[in-house]
């Protein structure tokens, strides 16, 4: 008879992901006792030792440790299956789901959905992670993650986006910038200016090869991975930066006014939409989250975004 808890095993990979109990209960939500509890039951149920205590750098796993949240992974999944199975026979959506959203747009984008969501389909217990598009393709490949909210950012060939909205992408510039007055401008108007570059892991690849297409340099003198500080940098006059979502109102976090300027030309506009493994349509809970996305877009639901919509072949 078995002895342990599909809980049990959802703390135990965690912990194994996160390095950490701490870290773990941040991620999960559950107290640390809870998760240490759990995770000394299970050793004691299986006879071995999964982790190696390391008070100075948390727990590392032990080597039957790693195969065994390997597995641990394979049967939460396969338990997943089955409470798909039923939501479909009973008409119900049901079960967890981890969504990841890029960094970039997070902070205006998924709060939003995800309250809308919860409120259509409250069995389902939703939870989010924010990270760049590398840490996202990992999430996704790793099962740490359902599915992603990101852009069409060097998407490999092993996972399937489903578009949403087109986001063709504009300048930021402070009320003070010698383009400020432009109702659009180019990018060979921009390339003599100071930039702030949002220096982000394929995200500053994109906005640098505006530049490359006219064969310039863009004269980049501040980097951040922060949209929060790239547009404060921007607003105390430290230069122009690039982006594709513009947040509801035009000030600052330190409050000071920005300009939002579409970029005229041959820019590309950014494809945002749903990042998923090739076999996640099975999932009764991410279909309807990918049906409520595309809801939120065609009723303009999206705070700050614009955009197109774009219609899926699939």
Do not use: W
């Amino acid at each position: 008879m078995l002895r342990y808890t599909l809980r049990q095993l959802e703390y135990f990979v965690a912990v194994g992901e996160a390095g950490s109990i701490a870290r773990a209960s941040e991620r999960i939500n559950v107290s640390s006792p809870s998760i240490s509890a759990a995770i000394t039951q299970l050793e004691q149920e299986f006879g071995l030792p999964l982790f190696v205590r390391q008070h100075a750098q948390g727990l590392s796993l032990t080597q039957a440790g790693r195969q065994m949240l390997e597995q641990a992974r394979i049967v939460l999944r396969e338990a997943g299956a089955m409470m798909d199975i039923a939501g479909d026979i009973a008409g119900t959506v049901r079960g967890p789901m981890a969504v990841g959203c890029l960094v970039t747009f997070a902070q205006i984008v998924l709060p939003s959905l995800r309250r809308g969501f919860e409120a259509a389909y409250p069995d389902v217990r939703l939870r989010q992670l924010e990270l760049n598009q590398l840490e996202i393709f990992s999430a996704l490949r790793r099962s740490e993650i359902d599915v992603a909210l990101t852009y069409d950012l060097a998407l490999p060939a092993d996972l399937r986006f489903e578009p949403l909205l087109s986001l063709p992408p504009f300048a930021l510039v402070d009320e003070t910038h010698p383009l400020a007055g432009h109702t659009d401008v180019t990018v060979e108007e921009l390339k003599d200016h100071p930039m702030v570059l949002l220096d982000l892991p394929l995200s500053a690849d994109y906005f640098l090869s505006f530049f490359d297409e006219i064969g310039v340099k863009p004269r980049v003198v501040e980097r951040t991975r922060d949209m929060a500080v790239m547009r404060s940098l921007v607003a105390n006059g430290f230069g122009y930066s690039i982006a594709n979502v513009r947040p509801l109102n035009p000030l600052s976090p330190d409050g000071k006014p920005l300009r939002f300027i579409p970029i005229r030309g041959a820019a590309r506009p950014m494809q945002m939409g749903l990042l998923m493994a090739r076999d996640v349509e099975k999932s009764s809970a991410v279909r309807a989250f990918l049906t409520h996305c595309r809801d939120a877009v065609d009723e303009g639901s999206l705070p700050g975004l614009g955009g197109i919509a774009v219609t899926s072949a699939t």
